[in-house]
């Protein structure tokens, strides 16, 4: 896990763009070469069908992700069934029309996300380290796991616990980040090791 960052709305049609399948993958992204830090995050995801590439076979591992762009990939890795309750979830800046509705009626309803404090969600905007690392952890049913540490800053114990884990690399100086944005192939290569843990 390196670098981080967001997903403009063209990104968001990799969800759906035929590309690199799953299974035996005869075909593979023109981008992701066997030594690429996150091939194996980037395989195991493709070849559990949770992630597809576009239609010119690459996967883009340095693009940034955004908010429901990882909450997707989150919830399908961690096999969490979706549900469409009668009244979406009223953040104001969501169209119930879009396709991650369901992903975030399902997420709030798991208390997974609240979005912010003025009633939105930035669905389109930049998801950083300690999100998709608290969604993921959420999501996968490791709070419990998490370290008892008390701290003014929300994310800390899922850093920490990242940290004990090897979740995430350290920049040159020992920083984890927090704040970093996050890109495609680091978050494949994050939700890879999360589920490779024990129970």
Do not use: C
Request: aromatic content about 12%.
């Amino acid at each position: 896990m390196k670098s981080l960052a967001l997903l403009s709305t063209i990104v968001l049609s990799v969800m759906f763009a035929p590309g690199v399948t799953s299974g035996a993958l005869s075909s593979w992204y023109t981008d992701v070469p066997d030594k690429d830090a996150y091939h194996d995050g980037i395989y195991y995801m493709t070849q559990a069908g949770f992630v597809t590439g576009y239609e010119d076979s690459t996967f883009l591992p340095k693009n940034p992700v955004s908010r429901v762009e990882a909450l997707k990939m989150i919830l399908s890795a961690a096999e969490v069934e979706l549900v469409s309750p009668e009244y979406p979830t009223p953040f104001t800046d969501i169209d119930s029309a879009q396709w991650y509705q369901d992903y975030l009626d399902t997420s709030v309803s798991l208390e997974i996300i609240s979005g912010y404090p003025d009633g939105t969600f930035k669905p389109l905007e930049t998801v950083n380290r300690a999100e998709a690392l608290k969604m993921l952890v959420l999501a996968s049913n490791k709070k419990s796991e998490l370290p008892g540490i008390e701290s003014d800053e929300w994310y800390t114990a899922y850093m920490a616990y990242a940290t004990e884990h090897a979740l995430l690399v350290p920049d040159s100086s020992g920083d984890y980040i927090p704040g970093a944005t996050l890109t495609r192939g680091e978050l494949a290569d994050l939700i890879k090791y999360l589920q490779s843990l024990k129970p």
